[in-house]
T-cell receptor, first 119, second 113 residues
C-alpha cells in the first residue's frame, strides 16, 4: 500500500517570507512518481511538478523549489518570497504505476496543506 | 493545447434525486479519464477511471456510476443521491502512453439537501 502524509494542516506566513511545505511518502515500489498540485480558492487543481524516483536532483522554478530525498522519503516544497497569490491548498501525491499503455495511473493524495499568505 | 471542461459548476439537489455530471476534454485523443471526489476539508478520493470508450473501473463501492460514451466524454451519474454524496467532484485526464501526471478540470460543487 502507498501513503502520502502532509502533517501541516494549515500554515500562515507574512508576505515575502519563505515557507516550506512538507510531504512524506510510503511505498514499497522502487519506481514511483511524486507530484505537487496547487488548489486555489477557485477549486481547480493545478499541476506544479512531477519527480521520478530515479532522479533525486532538486528542482527550482522561479520562486518554487522542490527537495526530494529518498533517504527520508520526503518531497518538500519551498516557496521563496511568498506572495498573496500563493495562498491555496497544496497537495502532494504519489503513484507507483509505471508509464504504460494501460493508463491506470492511480494517484494517492495527501490531505493537503492550506497556505495563507498574509499581506 | 488541451482543455478540460466540467458542468455544471455548482449543483444543489435533494436527497433521492438523480445526478449527471459531465466532463469533456479537448485537444487530445484517447485520454485516460478520472473522477475524483473531495469532501470538505479532505483530500481527493479516486472514484472511477477509464482507459477507453466503454471501459470503466470503479475504485470505491457506492451509489455512483460512470460512463464513457465517447472518447473525450466522461459522465458521473447516480440514480438516487445520498447526503453523503455532497462534495467537490473533479474530472481529470492524462495522456497515454508516456505520462503519469493528471490534469484537472474546474470541478463541480455538489450539495445534497
Amino acid at each position: 500500500a502507498q501513503k502520502v502524509t502532509q502533517a501541516q494542516t494549515e500554515i500562515s506566513v507574512v508576505e515575502k517570507e519563505d515557507v516550506t511545505l512538507d510531504c512524506v511518502y510510503e511505498t514499497r515500489d522502487t519506481t514511483y512518481y511524486l507530484f505537487w498540485y496547487k488548489q486555489p480558492p477557485s477549486g481547480e487543481l493545478v499541476f506544479l511538478i512531477r519527480r521520478n524516483s530515479f532522479d533525486e536532483q532538486n528542482e527550482i522554478s522561479g520562486r518554487y523549489s522542490w527537495n526530494f530525498q529518498k533517504s527520508t522519503s520526503s518531497f518538500n516544497f519551498t516557496i521563496t518570497a511568498s506572495q498573496v497569490v500563493d495562498s491555496a491548498v497544496y497537495f502532494c501525491a504519489l503513484t507507483t504505476s509505471r508509464i504504460s499503455n494501460f493508463g491506470n495511473e492511480k494517484l494517492t493524495f495527501g490531505t493537503g496543506t492550506r497556505l495563507t499568505i498574509i499581506p | 493545447s488541451q482543455t478540460i471542461h466540467q458542468w455544471p459548476a455548482t449543483l444543489v439537489q435533494p436527497v433521492g434525486s438523480p445526478l449527471s455530471l459531465e466532463c469533456t476534454v479537448e485537444g487530445t485523443s484517447n485520454p485516460n479519464l478520472y473522477w475524483y471526489r473531495q469532501a470538505a476539508g479532505r483530500g481527493l478520493q479516486l472514484l472511477f477511471y477509464s482507459v477507453g470508450i466503454g471501459q470503466i473501473s470503479s475504485e470505491v463501492p457506492q451509489n455512483l456510476s460512470a460512463s464513457r460514451p465517447q472518447d473525450r466524454q466522461f459522465i458521473l451519474s447516480s440514480k438516487k443521491l445520498l447526503l453523503s454524496d455532497s462534495g467537490f467532484y473533479l474530472c481529470a485526464w492524462s495522456r497515454i502512453p508516456g505520462a503519469v501526471e493528471q490534469f484537472f478540470g474546474p470541478g463541480t460543487r455538489l450539495t445534497v439537501l
